[in-house]
């Protein structure tokens, strides 16, 4: 006689119930209450489930909170426990007593153990979530053979949602007889193997993510089965072998498919960071549904597929970064939804499509690093939704509209094209533009003063081309503008003495222009500036030698022959200086004296600014260091953008040797810590920075900060992070909150953080040694559970102890004057 399945075992192992089926309900509620042990509460929250009362007589469970009941039989057939602070404890098999129970939610509870396999043989289970927590294990097998018949292996499941834990193993079999199972997501755990061939056999499946995985093997063709598919998620961190099925071109449902990050290879068509070569598919433009196609980053060739757009509702089109030529289709806004439109670098040619300026949905537009000619589409400039508009390194020609507009531009960036005409007094309407680039064309006549109209300008670009008249008073008008490049224009007349109102200007270039008269006196008083070239110009006079001048040498005033002072061998005649002691005869002892004062007191003051100036340098590096691109660990719903909007100054949290951090908040909600790493040389991803942070995105610990992905140029890295609302342990003991943490809540925070370390230490691959652990690294969640943060700024140890360690990595590890106690070799003790 074969063995009992355990799932038959457990039915006689339990205690006898009681023969009424709600007094057996609430005895498993509260089996469940006692396995789900509550967080240890603290002043600031109640405990969790106190309300499950077990002892009522006669039972109370349907109004237990989470519980719901059918109200004509008293039978629990709901529980919803999402984000209930539970702390430690499991599911236990009792659970399964309850056979009424049709959706058993318990999600972002960071519940730990295993899924209990009673939950495969619930008759009546249809939605079972349990996300975001952190069980381990295998997923529940199907009975062996001859034992339990298959079809009681989840027999009524329409929804499975296991995302976001540390589950590992093979792929349940899902197949054939879960006809019923409309949405499936095993993603962001430890699965491995390869996808079951059984799978398409879910003939009713809408929604498949099997993403964050380490499958391997094909991406088998029988998924093109699904006909009701209609989002695929199956990439990051997967590592298949060959391309897409062509087959995929029958999916005539699917609305989103996403295959990024997975090493596919192959001459078919996959999503971004991949290594895919050849052709798009034509049939792509066929998909009746497609709403999002991101092939980013990969080296296609080929053109876009014609019929692109004609399903009437694409919404998001990405293929930066890849080898496509042809033009640009026609119809990709025929249904008027594309919101989305970025074909950067690239070789497309010819005209901007016409229909795009009647695109009333866009939101951004990002064309720039390709061969397009002709003029820009007037509308265009007055698109209702746009943000940005950026057609930048192209061979656009023609002149800008009379009329611009768009109350949610902020950036308009029309650079290193032929575009010519003058610029439209319109331009003032732009109320939210922050940057206006439109360096290195043809653009002749004044600059019009209602660019001081744009009071949120922070960055004015116009050099390089044919400007003629005056620097506008009006500029005054733009106070948040931190950097105006004019030069290589023919501007004439002074440099308006207004323009030293401007508070955080840290840039102005007027030079290569032929500009006359007298610095103005004010200039040397504005502490912001850190870059100034008025360099070519026919400036006269003399040159203030004091307060933010004593950091410009000569190179920042040459090419202006009527100027004098300091910054040159020759002193101002004493007409032209009166009163300074440059006046003074050069062999005069006394002069000689001042001389030397000065240029120790120039020497002084250029190290004290060195730290203000590098800032200055480094932003004016960002901007110039390319487009931001995301690499994700998970599924995302933001974009590298939206991450880049969040860095503001009013959004910063904290900073330390390591870097800067901002708390952002992305468009859709999402709250992010976005840490700016500062240090040497880490935005060059050639020398293992990649390689080594996606290392660390694998990372999951319920006490380690979740690193989501990073964004990064060819110059700065962002490193981005779950959100912890309640700070750090150091400033909850000694920034006025320790009344919030109890001596219990420390010491659990204290067992927390040594659980996460040892994790680091011991049973991460590859090991981590933090060396910066102290109370300011120690975050807490939003029920005050510790989390340790900066793990990933550490070195990393090899298989032996010792290896190699990443120069950006161990660059910037450790707080100065500090030796962490994880650095001193300890006996294997752990948490567990």
């Not at 720039?368 to 400039?381: C, M, Q, S």
Request: proline share 8%; net charge neutral.
């Amino acid at each position: 006689m074969p063995p009992l399945h355990p799932v038959l075992l457990l039915l006689f192992l339990l205690p006898p119930a009681a023969s009424a089926s709600p007094e057996r309900d609430a005895y498993a509620l509260a089996r469940l209450k006692a396995a789900l042990v509550p967080a240890a509460s603290n002043s600031s929250s109640p405990a969790a489930l106190a309300d499950w009362d077990p002892a009522a007589s006669p039972p109370a469970h349907c109004a237990f909170s989470g519980v719901a009941c059918d109200p004509a039989t008293s039978r629990v057939v709901g529980i919803n426990l999402t984000a209930v602070p539970l702390h430690g404890g499991s599911l236990p098999p009792e659970v399964a007593l309850l056979d009424a129970l049709a959706n058993l939610t318990v999600a972002a509870c960071s519940l730990p153990g295993r899924v209990p396999p009673a939950l495969a043989a619930m008759p009546a289970l249809r939605h079972l979530n349990l996300s975001n927590n952190n069980l381990t294990g295998p997923f529940p097998p199907p009975p062996a053979a001859g034992v339990v018949s298959s079809e009681l292996y989840f027999p009524v499941l329409e929804l499975i949602d296991m995302y976001n834990n540390n589950l590992s193993g093979p792929l349940p079999p899902f197949g054939a007889t879960h006809a019923r199972l409309r949405y499936l997501h095993l993603g962001g755990n430890y699965f491995n193997g390869s996808i079951p061939d059984s799978f398409g056999d879910l003939a009713a499946l809408e929604y498949l993510g099997l993403n964050g995985n380490g499958l391997s093997g094909r991406v088998p063709p029988v998924l093109a089965r699904l006909a009701r598919l209609r989002e695929m998620y199956i990439g990051y961190f997967n590592q298949y072998t060959g391309g897409v099925p062509p087959e995929f071109g029958d999916l005539r449902s699917l609305v989103r498919l996403d295959m990024s990050s997975c090493n596919l290879t192959g001459p078919l068509l996959n999503l971004f960071r991949n290594h895919l070569r050849g052709e798009i598919p034509e049939f792509l433009g066929d998909f009746p549904h497609l709403e999002v196609l991101q092939v980013w980053d990969n080296n296609l060739t080929g053109h876009l597929p014609a019929a692109l757009g004609r399903n009437g509702r694409l919404k998001n089109l990405d293929v930066t970064g890849n080898h496509l030529t042809g033009t640009i289709p026609p119809d990709l806004c025929l249904g008027r939804k594309l919101e989305m439109l970025v074909l950067m670098e690239n070789g497309f040619f010819g005209h901007i499509p016409e229909s795009l300026g009647d695109c009333k949905t866009l939101k951004r537009v990002r064309l720039g690093k390709n061969f397009l000619t002709g003029p820009v589409p007037a509308g265009l400039f007055y698109l209702p939704k746009a943000d940005m508009v950026e057609l930048s390194d192209n061979l656009l020609t023609g002149e800008l509209p009379d009329l611009i507009g768009g109350d949610k531009m902020t950036m308009l960036m029309l650079g290193n094209n032929g575009i010519g005409g003058r610029i439209p007094p319109s331009i003032g309407n732009l109320q939210a533009l922050q940057t206006l680039s439109l360096e290195s064309n043809n653009f002749s006549g004044p600059l019009p003063p209602e660019i001081g109209k744009l009071r949120n300008l922070s960055r004015l670009n116009v050099s390089g081309n044919a400007l003629t008249g005056d620097i506008p008073q009006e500029l005054t008008g733009c106070g948040s503008l931190g950097v105006i490049d004019l030069s290589r224009n023919d501007l004439t007349g002074e440099i308006p003495v207004t323009i030293t109102s401007l508070k955080i200007l840290g840039t102005l270039n007027v030079s290569r222009n032929r500009l006359s008269g007298e610095l103005p006196q004010a200039m040397p008083n504005m502490t912001s500036l850190t870059t100034l070239d008025v360099s070519y110009n026919q400036l006269s006079g003399p040159v203030p030698m004091h307060g933010q001048f004593l950091v410009f040498n000569e190179s920042s005033f040459a090419g202006n022959p009527g100027l004098c002072g300091a910054p040159f061998a020759d002193a101002c005649p004493p007409a032209a200086g009166s009163g300074s002691p440059f006046s003074l005869r050069r062999r005069d002892s006394k002069n000689m004296l001042v001389w030397l004062v000065v240029m120790f007191t120039l020497l002084v003051m250029t190290f004290f600014g060195a730290r203000k100036g590098c800032e200055a340098w480094r932003e004016a590096a960002r901007r110039r260091s390319g487009a931001w691109k995301m690499t994700a660990f998970q599924k995302l719903d933001f974009s590298a953008d939206d991450v880049v909007e969040c860095l503001k100054e009013d959004n910063i949290i904290g900073k330390g040797g390591a870097g800067i951090v901002y708390h952002g908040v992305t468009h859709g909600g999402t709250e992010l810590a976005i840490k700016r790493l500062v240090g040497r040389g880490c935005g060059d991803h050639d020398r293992g920075f990649t390689a080594e942070v996606t290392t660390l995105g694998r990372i999951r610990h319920r006490n380690i900060v979740r690193l989501l992905g990073f964004v990064s140029n060819r110059e700065t890295n962002l490193l981005l992070y779950e959100y912890m609302p309640n700070g750090s342990l150091g400033e909850m003991l000694h920034g006025g909150k320790g009344g919030h943490l109890g001596w219990e809540a420390r010491a659990r925070v204290a067992a927390e953080a040594a659980c996460g370390l040892c994790y680091l230490h011991h049973d991460c691959a590859p090991r981590i040694i933090h060396r910066d652990v102290k109370s300011n690294n120690i975050l807490l969640d939003s029920a005050f559970e510790a989390h340790v943060a900066d793990f990933g700024l550490a070195k990393f140890l090899g298989g032996g102890g010792g290896g190699a360690t990443s120069e950006c990595m161990s660059a910037i590890a450790g707080s100065y004057g500090y030796i962490a106690p994880g650095n001193q070799p300890v006996p294997g003790t752990c948490c567990k």
